[in-house]
């Protein structure tokens, strides 16, 4: 062969190499397949670098382009990803990108999770969500507080177990009150009558609560105190607060009445009432409508004591409440009152009628669809 045709085959050989070479380069970086761009914005890349992997479902689908450093302060580091075309119908708008780490120590890549189908696909220079990287040494700073809380909890424990035994010895050795409860019989003794002592102390004050009742129970039912308790309107303070709310519900209500408190009970300082007929209207129409509650509430003026002005607002709101559920048909557990004490404005008496609330949905499938179990 000649120098000539030897030269020739040399470069012939040579260009069959590079071409070789370029395709496998290029088949890597996708040069010569249809490409687009996505870009993904994160406060930190955590070491990602330009031409990293990108990912999708663990398959190489791209590389990273190239990373933009923010403008200002406040702005985030935007990484741009070329990816193939056929990524278009996987990848929808409601995509998420992550960066994360081969291994433990490995190199970065990129990580695109499949969006729902019903999200629209993406399309050239959609910017999607991120998600913030695992930094490990975060996890390791992390770690190493963790393992700093557990050596002080031992050693709390620790102080504390000697401290136990260091009480326990004394107690043995008849120390302090308690160790001389328990090694002194004469002490214990002592004690133990002193205890004794103070339950009959205790049994002769129930007796003597019990007592006081029973005569309270009896002035009530005295002729001569017997007007007193009529004319304030109620007899037993206790049952004041018994069907009390703490404060009206905030949610719509259906219905509202209102009564002037001069116009309904029979002294402006009593909650005895005198006009029962306009209670009476009040309750042939709650006998008649839908309610998940009821809420009787009471104001009084800014005249007189504060104490005095609540107390007069939860007896006036218990009297009708007990009016109206003694002569009505009217579910006496959803009938709630509150007294609201002094107030601006007149006194007044507020009937307030709650809707029953709707189910919610999840609730009804479950009532339309029960589940049977069988035995």
């Known amino acids: 062969m000649s120098r000539v045709a030897r030269l020739g085959a040399f470069i012939f050989g040579a260009l069959l190499i590079l071409t070789f070479v370029v395709f496998r380069i ?21 070491g990602l670098g330009n031409g ?43 995509s998420l990108v992550s960066i994360e780490t081969e291994g433990l120590l490995g190199n970065k ?44 909890a031992i050693k709390n424990v620790n102080d504390a177990t000697a401290g136990m035994k260091s009480i326990t010895t004394k107690i043995d050795q008849g120390q302090g009150t308690a160790g001389a409860l328990i090694n002194n019989r004469e002490i214990y003794n002592e004690v133990r009558a002193t205890v004794a002592d103070t339950r009959e102390t205790v049994s002769q004050a129930k007796a003597g609560m019990t007592s006081f009742q ?12 017997r007007g007193f308790f009529k004319s304030r309107g109620y007899q037993d303070s206790a049952e004041l607060t018994k069907h009390a709310i703490p404060k009206l519900p905030e949610r719509p209500f259906s219905n509202r009445f209102e009564i002037g408190g001069n116009d309904l009970f029979d002294k402006p300082e009593t909650a005895k009432l005198k006009n029962e007929k306009l209670l009476n209207r009040i309750g042939a129409l709650l006998e008649r409508s839908a309610y998940e509650l009821i809420v009787v509430a009471a104001y009084a003026g800014l005249r007189g004591e504060t104490e005095e002005n609540l107390v007069l607002t939860q007896a006036r709101a218990m009297v009708v409440r007990e009016h109206l559920a003694e002569h009505f048909k009217i579910d006496d557990r959803r009938i709630k009152t509150i007294g609201m004490g002094e107030t601006p404005g007149a006194p007044r008496i507020e009937i307030i009628v709650y809707p029953p609330q709707p189910i919610p949905s999840e609730k009804q499938d479950s009532v339309k669809n029960p589940t049977i179990s069988s035995r």
């Open 109 to 152: 890549h990129v990580t695109i999770m499949a969006g729902s189908q019903n999200a629209p696909a993406v399309e050239e220079g959609d910017t999607l969500q991120s998600q913030a990287p695992v930094d490990f040494s975060d996890l390791i700073r992390k770690t190493e507080d963790i393992l700093d809380t557990t050596q002080s």
């Open 214 to 225: 029973e005569n309270m129970q009896a002035l009530k039912s005295n002729w001569f105190l």
């Open 26 to 46: 290029g088949d890597k970086d996708f040069l010569f397949s249809a490409t687009y761009r996505l870009q993904a914005p994160f406060d930190t890349v955590a």
């Open 52 to 94: 990293a992997e990108v990912r999708l479902g663990g398959v190489r689908v791209g590389s990273v382009d190239f990373i933009q450093l923010p403008g200002r302060a406040g702005e985030k580091v935007l990484v741009v990803m070329k990816l193939e075309s056929s990524t278009r119908k996987l990848i929808r708008k409601d």
